[in-house]
Every structure is written in C-alpha cells, then in structure tokens.
C-alpha cells in the first residue's frame, strides 16, 4: 500500500494549494479518506475527511477554506486549501482507514508553509 501525497509548499498568506493524494494497494473506493496536520511542538489533528460515498468531515479550523474531494477513478484524494493562514503551517498527512473496518495507512507527508 502506498500514498503518495504532493502539493505542498511555501505560500503568503491569503493564497491557496492544493494537496493531493494518490493510493495504490487498496480498494480505493472501500475506504474513507483523510488529511491530517502536525505542527511543531503539537499532535497530529484531522483536518478533513471523506467517506467513499463523499460524505465530508472539517475541522472547525478550516470550515469555508478548505474543500476535501475524492476522484474515485484516479484513487486520488485532493485538499483545496484556500484564505491560508500562517497557522496552517505544518505536515500534512494523508490517511486511509477501510469503511467499517479497522488500522489506517499513512502516506510520508507534505509539509505546508504559510508566511505572514
């Protein structure tokens, strides 16, 4: 199983990326999608999620900036970060957990920069 995320990089704040997320390995479309972000100095928190049916999950952080989307033909998750804040400055992860089963995968992460 492999997740390869990319997209990341150093933006001014108010400017916009996008993360993807490619997966290969498994039943794309029988698992739930996240991202996830580390700091430094903080845990890991969920940033957003999707289930294969599309259903969405944000943290309160990023609601009406950031839009987590799937294309199931492409086994490719995306995270459309836009109004980035210096805050949002961290690693992202991107996760994969089976649909009503149980462990994840973890892709190697992105780090995104946010300057002021």
């Known amino acids: 199983v492999q997740l390869q995320a990319s997209g990341g990089g150093l933006v001014q704040a108010g400017e916009s990326l996008r993360l993807s997320c490619a997966a290969s390995?498994?039943?794309?479309?029988?698992?739930?999608m996240g991202w996830y972000r580390q700091a430094p100095g903080k845990q890991r928190e969920l940033v957003a999620s999707?289930?294969?049916?599309?259903?969405?999950n944000y943290a309160d952080s990023v609601k009406g900036r950031f839009t987590i989307s799937r294309d199931n033909a492409k086994n490719t998750v995306y995270l459309h970060m836009n109004s980035l804040k210096p805050e949002d400055t961290a690693v992202y992860y991107c996760?994969?957990?089976?649909?009503?089963?149980?462990?994840?995968?973890w892709g190697q992460g992105t780090l995104v920069t946010v300057s002021s």
């Open positions: 999707i289930t294969g049916g599309s259903r969405t």
């Open positions: 996760n994969a957990h089976p649909a009503g089963g149980t462990g994840a995968y």
């Open positions: 390995g498994i039943n794309f479309r029988l698992y739930d």
